[in-house]
């Protein structure tokens, strides 16, 4: 393990958003863009800048995804991140994030996980501008010509030289800010952003320059933005789609588990069970590891590995619904999978289409090839000592 030194800042990285209006059918920062999720965007982000203690603050039921995107964004500033649970509100998120800080932090920076794209250089700028009483928010001149209105009746003209567009992260001197939310929370006022939290607790707020990168993921349209520029679009220049894309899958699982064996979706009772975390189901993991490839989203271990304690036992409907919405909100649909599996037993061929229609239907009802093949007495499949699995998928972009 790498010891480094105890930072004096910290960033509360707020990713609980739900997402409604992204449209994307679960939590927002868990969207991916490209092949990373929003959430691991907005991390690479955080820990190309100095090093700081960095708590995400993940949707409840979601803190084991959001802790494998800590971990494999920070390398080896591992120890540096935890994840905690967020609020049903902002502020209760925040809060949250406030009451995990170390005791040798003096600063605090707040931010959104839906700014994915902002440059580390911006995460900087802001913590070296704080001090002991002033906060710092980054912001971008106002350029559009700004009218004041009242239903469809234009009232006047709005100086924009007065205006600016706010982004993250924002900085803060610790303890006035603590003191603030408090104040915040026993009052029960919500603020629209940390700022002015801040301010109403009559502290000096200034600001630095922005980033047209760190815009703010919120509707369809921003995710299609993000895209474009992660693959080198240019203002102006056409959208660039996903393409389809094939991933690999492979598992071994060797005989020695408790219980019956699960293999393919089904329970086999007569035959001795494969050994594992869950329920050594090979051909099921094979296919998540041949899905998540496909995406860019990892392996299974990262997923769903011994740190994800709540899938130990899980079936294979568990672990291909949890993959078919991780590879959904990539922004792909799956074209089919192939798998095939080596062992002398169990004899497959009876129950062929059972497991295929049970494995289909987990994915949505995606294509599902199974094949069973054996080794002629060769290696550990062919003694009888285990068995190995290899998948194939294929992913379509969904538009």
Do not use: C
Not at 43 to 51: Q, S, T
Not at 148 to 161: I, T, W
Not at 180 to 190: D, F, M, Q, S
Not at 228 to 239: D, E, K, N, R, V
Request: without cysteine.
């Amino acid at each position: 393990m790498t010891l480094l030194p105890v930072p004096d800042t910290a960033v509360i990285v707020v990713a609980a958003g739900s997402g409604t209006r992204l449209r994307a059918g679960g939590p927002k920062a868990l969207v991916g863009i490209d092949g990373r999720s929003i959430l691991r965007h907005a991390l690479d982000g955080v820990f190309a800048a100095r090093p700081m203690q960095v708590v995400v603050v993940a949707p409840a039921g979601f803190e084991g995804d959001a802790e494998s995107e800590l971990r494999a964004a920070a390398g080896e500033r591992a120890d540096l991140g935890r994840v905690v649970t967020g609020g049903e509100t902002r502020q209760l998120s925040v809060a949250a994030g406030l009451a995990a800080l170390w005791g040798d932090v003096t600063r605090v920076l707040v931010h959104d996980a839906a700014r994915a794209l902002t440059p580390a250089a911006q995460i900087d700028a802001v913590a070296d501008a704080v001090t002991d009483d002033a906060g710092v928010i980054p912001v971008l001149p106002v350029v559009d010509t700004l009218k004041r209105v009242d239903a469809a009746q234009v009232l006047s003209a709005v100086d924009r030289a007065e205006l600016a567009a706010a982004q993250t992260p924002q900085g803060f001197p610790r303890l006035p800010l603590e003191a603030a939310y408090a104040t915040a929370l026993a009052a029960a006022v919500e603020y629209t952003d940390d700022a002015a939290l801040y301010a109403a607790a009559g502290h000096p707020v200034r600001h630095v320059a922005g980033s047209e990168r760190a815009f703010k993921i919120t509707t369809p349209a921003d995710l299609e933005r993000a895209r474009h520029l992660l693959a080198g679009g240019g203002p102006g220049a056409a959208s660039i789609p996903l393409v389809p894309s094939i991933g690999i899958g492979t598992d071994v699982h060797a005989f020695g588990g408790e219980g019956s064996l699960w293999l393919a979706g089904l329970e086999w009772p007569d035959e001795p069970a494969l050994s594992g975390h869950s329920d050594g189901d090979a051909v099921a993991h094979a296919i998540v590891d041949a899905l998540l490839s496909a995406a860019g989203l990892g392996d299974i271990g990262q997923h769903f590995g011994t740190a994800h304690p709540e899938y130990a036992g899980a079936h294979a409907d568990v672990f291909l619904a949890r993959t078919l919405e991780l590879v959904t909100a990539a922004g792909f649909r799956i074209g089919n999978v192939s798998v095939q599996f080596q062992g002398n037993r169990p004899r497959f061929s009876a129950r062929r289409a059972e497991a295929e229609r049970v494995l289909s239907s987990a994915l949505g009802g995606a294509r599902v090839i199974v094949a069973a093949t054996t080794t002629d007495g060769l290696g550990f499949p062919g003694r009888g000592e285990g068995i190995a699995v290899m998948a194939v998928a294929l992913l379509i972009p969904a538009s």
